[in-house]
Nanobody
Framework: VQLQASGGGLVQSGGSLRLSCAAS????????MRWYRQAPGEERDMIAQ???????NYENSVKGRFTISRGSARGTTNLEMNNLRPEDTAVYYC?????????WGQGTLVTVSS
């Protein structure tokens, strides 16, 4: 499974961005997909997850502001980010989990200016 993330950029505080992630390869084996983020000097944290049934989970700091969804094609996921804050500045990564392992895409940088 290969993952390609897109949609990062620079936005002002209070603004919105939409990240997308597309998997290729053996996408039928994907059990769930996640978004992680890593701020400078910080650990990488999971912020949102969606499984094949559409069930979602969010890290507390993004609940009510971020929405993870499945794309129209299998193995795609989107992350709608609203009311962005400077502390949301980070490199965002999408991942896909199969029974055997987790796959990581390249990161996409989100910068929120105050």
């Amino acid at each position: 499974v290969q993952l390609q993330a897109s949609g990062g950029g620079l936005v002002q505080s209070g603004g919105s961005l939409r990240l997308s992630c597309a998997a290729s390869g053996n996408t039928v084996s994907i059990i769930y997909m996640r978004w992680y983020r890593q701020a400078p000097g910080e650990e990488r944290d999971m912020i949102a997850q969606i499984d094949t049934h559409g069930s979602t989970n969010y890290e507390n700091s993004v609940k009510g502001r971020f929405t993870i969804s499945r794309g129209s094609a299998r193995g795609t996921t989107n992350l709608e980010m609203n009311n962005l804050r400077p502390e949301d500045t980070a490199v965002y990564y999408c991942t896909a989990r199969t029974r055997e392992k987790s796959y990581w895409g390249q990161g996409t940088l989100v910068t929120v200016s105050s």
